[in-house]
């Protein structure tokens, strides 16, 4: 399975929706969540949940990672955990996360189900999905309470509502909150997952996708099935941007070689901050190639 770290996109799917369960394997996409909340309308849910076991099998099979999304655990999460866990999935999301405690409800929840099923304990990981402002103040004890946190995902029109702010395509209106929310998740540690681009525009997503780039983030999650490559495009370090960092990686250990402490390189001086990040972006492009390589 593709570590999570290396997971770019994130891709809602509607949960009871059997052709686009069936097809979101050719989307691309990293990560494929059987949306079972906002998705799926409550009388379809059962339908939903009668699916998951044969979708999950035939999106592992795919080489995809497989997750789902079940509704707040006191408004039907726990119905849904109880078919889906059957299923193995490698990751439950749940939304509406506001606190600590909604987290710990859900790990013992899962761990339950992995016993009762059979399943290897402690294997499923938790996405939980930062929706209000309360969610966002309280995002590091939220990521920090449980070692099966893998990541957090921010929302875009649960917490622009919330915030009361009007929503727009360039997403302007959630540009505070999506900056701290990627500081929060990178001080607990996990990946922090950028919010759906909601609108049909694939421009519009490459945009929304660079900007959450140059900001620091790796994962992004998507709605429509088209926007996953546009995702996975932008989030994998190009060839040229490989080849700078390569060049900016010599020269400056060639600097440090000769006792110079930093280096001219294209006239901006390269210090040691700006050789770690040269490393780090030239070791996540092999990880990458790896990954892929691995799963076909």
Same mark, same amino acid.
């Given at each position: 399975?593709?570590? +999570? ?7 809602? !799917? ?50 995809? &990672? !497989? ?21 193995? +999935? ?6 509406? !996360? ?59 029109? %649960? ?41 049909? %525009? ?15 983030? &790796? ?45 001219? !390189? ?31």
């Amino acid at each position: 399975m593709r570590a +999570p770290h290396l997971c770019r996109s994130w891709l809602f !799917v509607e949960g009871a929706n059997e052709e686009a369960l069936r097809t979101a394997p050719a989307s691309g996409a990293d990560v494929l969540i059987q949306e079972l909340e906002d998705f799926t309308p409550p009388a379809e849910r059962p339908r939903a949940r009668a699916l998951a076991v044969e979708t999950y099998a035939a999106w592992r099979a795919a080489g995809t &990672v !497989v997750a789902v999304r079940v509704n707040p655990l006191a408004l039907g999460g726990m119905d849904d955990l109880a078919a889906v866990m059957k299923g193995g +999935p490698d990751i439950v999301a749940l939304p509406k !996360v506001a606190g600590a405690e909604h987290v710990v409800e859900l790990e013992e929840a899962v761990a339950r189900f992995e016993r009762e099923y059979g399943l290897l304990e402690g294997r499923t990981r938790l996405l939980p999905n930062i929706e209000s402002a309360k969610g966002l103040v309280n995002l590091l004890s939220i990521a920090s309470a449980s070692p099966r946190v893998t990541g957090c995902l921010i929302a875009s029109e %649960d917490l622009a509502a919330d915030l009361g702010a009007e929503r727009g395509m360039d997403g302007a209106e959630l540009d505070y909150a999506r900056a701290r929310f990627l500081v929060e998740c990178r001080a607990a540690e996990v990946v922090a997952v950028d919010c759906p681009f909601t609108f049909r %525009d694939d421009e519009g997503a490459a945009a929304e996708t660079r900007w959450a780039r140059r900001r620091g983030y &790796v994962a992004k999650s998507a709605v429509h099935h088209a926007h996953a490559k546009i995702i996975n495009d932008i989030l994998t370090p190009s060839a040229e941007a490989v080849a700078q960092a390569r060049r900016i990686k010599t020269l400056f250990e060639e600097a440090r070689a000769k006792g110079d402490a930093r280096v001219e !390189v294209d006239g901006a001086l390269v210090e040691l901050p700006n050789y770690l990040n040269a490393c780090r972006l030239i070791e996540r492009y092999e990880e990458l190639q790896y990954a892929r390589t691995a799963t076909g």
